[in-house]
T-cell receptor, first 116, second 113 residues
Framework: DAGITQSPRHKVTETGTPVTLRCHQT?????MYWYRQDPGHGLRLIHY???????DKGEVSDGYSVSRSKTEDFLLTLESATSSQTSVYFC???????????????FGEGSRLTVL | QQQVKQSPQSLIVQKGGISIINCAYE??????FPWYQQFPGKGPALLIA?????SEKKEGRFTISFNKSAKQFSLHIMDSQPGDSATYFC????????????FGSGTRLSIRP
């Protein structure tokens, strides 16, 4: 399972409140990703990180911010949650071999967020 | 041009039958085409992947067929089993950078015993 732990696994919150989801990995992988999964849309990349304090935007980054102060932790923050952010959020890591990416993603088990 | 279109959205197959899921893409720069399998309550996991230098790749009961000229690729599951019931995502990317992977919308496969 690539040693990925997501927390919380389930959360219900109200519109306008801040929410932080945590992704923790134990295998010192450089690349980490946050996706959201919605019916009919597959998996869409929110933000990703290629090292400590190095992050970049993905396809659907509006309304989200991330931080990576340690190799093992990648945090996703919704500053002011909206109902459109109700989704299942997946953290993932990718493996490199010889410094080059293999293209394979390993996913955590997901965090289901409901915004009322 | 960045989209990967996947069909059908859902599929029911009898045990022992062949399950077929199709995907189409437009960006000819894509050169890596993985399929992910996801069971309920779990994250997706890589099932099988192909690069465009071959037209077919087989791993056990799972086969990817790739048609470069038509910009289409498909997943075939032979002798489908109830344990194959899951959601399947096709994807495409340029190069090996995982940040460039574009996923299809997913197919929910149910195998009837």
């Amino acid at each position: 399972d690539a040693g990925i732990t997501q927390s919380p696994r389930h959360k219900v919150t109200e519109t306008g409140t801040p929410v932080t989801l945590r992704c923790h990995q134990t295998e010192n992988h450089r690349y980490m990703y946050w996706y959201r999964q919605d019916p009919g849309h597959g998996l869409r990349l929110i933000h990703y990180s290629y090292g400590v304090k190095d992050t970049d935007k993905g396809e659907v980054s509006d309304g989200y911010s991330v931080s990576r102060s340690k190799t093992e932790d990648f945090l996703l923050t919704l500053e002011s949650a909206t109902s459109s952010q109700t989704s299942v959020y997946f953290c993932a890591i990718s493996v490199t071999k010889g410094g080059a990416g293999t293209g394979e993603l390993f996913f955590g088990e997901g965090s289901r967020l409901t915004v009322l | 041009q960045q989209q990967v279109k996947q069909s059908p959205q859902s599929l029911i197959v009898q045990k022992g039958g062949i399950s077929i899921i199709n995907c189409a893409y437009e960006n000819t720069a894509f050169d890596y085409f993985p399929w992910y399998q996801q069971f309920p309550g779990k994250g997706p996991a890589l099932l099988i992947a192909i690069r465009p230098d071959v037209s077919e790749k087989k791993e056990g009961r799972f086969t990817i067929s790739f048609n470069k000229s038509a910009k289409q690729f498909s997943l075939h599951i032979m002798d489908s089993q109830p344990g194959d019931s899951a959601t399947y995502f096709c994807a495409a990317s340029k190069g090996s950078s995982a940040s460039k992977i574009i996923f299809g919308s997913g197919t929910r496969l149910s195998i009837r015993p």
